[in-house]
Nanobody, 127 residues
Framework: QVQLTESGGGSVQAGGSLRLSCEYT????????MGWFRQAVGKEREWVAN????????YYGDSVRGRFTLSQDDRKKLLYLQMNSLKPDDTAIYYC????????????????????WGQGTPVTVSS
């Protein structure tokens, strides 16, 4: 059974920071990917970042690269998304995901490839 529980969302002014956490339970194949998607009101779901747990490689979307940092503690089963220099365009519901890797060492960026999703945590960035 896989469970993903996000926390850490909230309201912040532009330029501020937030750290999202995702606590998860998973006992399947040691090769898997985790990451974050987000969805703003009236917009399509957007891939934010992901990590290949097997090799530690991280990948970021163009809109967040250089501002967001993904990290993971496999022993504690926690995934973090450190978000700095936040912009109003970052306002969205953020979802933690878990799914299979894209061989040999990458992760999918399509939301359809992730069978496990958390309930989401809201982030609001005001100007």
């Amino acid at each position: 059974q896989v469970q993903l529980t996000e926390s850490g969302g909230g309201s912040v002014q532009a330029g501020g920071s937030l750290r999202l956490s995702c606590e998860y339970t998973y006992s399947g194949d040691s090769r898997y990917c985790m990451g974050w998607f987000r969805q703003a009101v009236g917009k399509e779901r957007e891939w934010v970042a992901n990590i290949n747990i097997g090799n530690g490689n991280t990948y970021y979307g163009d809109s967040v690269r250089g501002r967001f940092t993904l990290s993971q503690d496999d022993r504690k089963k926690l995934l973090y998304l450190q978000m700095n220099s936040l912009k109003p365009d970052d306002t969205a519901i953020y979802y933690c995901v878990l799914g299979p890797p894209l061989p040999p060492e990458y992760c999918y960026i399509a939301s359809s490839k992730y069978p496990y999703w958390g309930q989401g945590t809201p982030v609001t960035v005001s100007s």
